[in-house]
Each structure stands twice: as C-alpha cells, then as structure tokens.
C-alpha cells in the first residue's frame, strides 16, 4: 500500500536510506519533518508498506518553474527499496504513483538522479520511461553550517 509517511516511520527510512548510503553518519530522519511534509501540498515522502512493514520510499518535490506557464516539473529523490523486497515491484509502484500525483499537479516532466554505478537500477528506470541520455546531472554537496 502506497501512502504518505508518517512520524512513526521515522525509524523504518532512517534503515532505508542507511541501505542507500551506507556509512554516512549525517542520517537522520526526523519524525516531526516528516510530519511537516504531510502539511506541504508541494513535497511528498511515499512509502510502501506491506504487511505492517515499509519496504520502499522515494521522495517527489514539485518545483516552480516559469518556462511552460504555471506548470511545475517534478524531481524524485531517495528511491530506495528493502533488499529483502526487492523485485516485488515496490519500486514500480512507488515510481508509478509519484508520477501518477505529478501528472494530478499538472507537472511537465520527472527527473531523478542516481548514483553511476547503480546500473541496474539505471536499467529499471529505462523499463519504465526514462531516459538517461538527455541531460547529464551535476552535484555539490555543501557543509552543514
């Protein structure tokens, strides 16, 4: 079952995305952030919880965008699915609905980054549409203040 996360699933994505980024020591999920998210109409934490446990989560922020009128496009963050659910299609599913809102938000396109040496998690993101070829993504991480 696909559904926003909750303060209580605070404890279950810290795991997440220790998996996604094992030995960074900066994780921490907040219970009252994910609380704050529920409140925000542009920003969304899915999770899929399936008999009781969440197995898989990604984050979709609608950003303004000032090219196609009022129409925003959408960004995916932090798609990461339990090892032991994997190829049960959690990732499926949560990539579908997040589209799914997007398209409901009216956005123009879906974009996600992934690490460059996930390459069957590139594979999987071709399956379903995407296309790795069109743009080339640059990050900075920035120091915590």
């Known amino acids: 079952m696909i559904r926003e996360a909750r303060a209580e699933d605070a404890g279950a994505l810290q795991r997440l995305y220790e998996v996604l980024v094992p030995g960074n020591p900066r994780i921490l999920v907040l219970p009252?952030?994910?609380?704050?998210?529920?409140?925000?109409t542009s920003n969304f934490c899915f999770v899929d919880e399936r008999d009781g446990e969440v197995v898989g989560t990604v984050l979709l922020h609608l950003c303004p965008d000032v090219m196609f009128e009022e129409r925003p496009y959408a960004l995916l963050e932090n798609l990461v699915v339990d090892a032991g659910a994997?190829?049960?299609?959690v990732g499926r599913v949560l990539l579908?609905?997040?589209e799914q809102v997007?398209?409901?938000h009216g956005c123009t396109k879906l974009m996600l980054l992934s690490s460059?040496?996930?390459?069957?998690?590139?594979?999987?993101?071709?399956?379903?549409?995407?296309?790795g070829?069109?743009?080339?993504?640059?990050?900075?991480?920035?120091?915590r203040k």
């Open 86 to 89: 994997r190829g049960r299609g």
């Open 32 to 40: 009252e952030r994910l609380e704050n998210l529920r409140q925000d």
């Open 116 to 131: 460059v040496h996930r390459t069957e998690a590139h594979a999987f993101f071709e399956r379903l549409g995407y296309d």
């Open 96 to 98: 579908e609905h997040a």
């Open 102 to 104: 997007a398209r409901e």
């Open 133 to 143: 070829s069109v743009s080339r993504a640059f990050k900075k991480y920035l120091p």
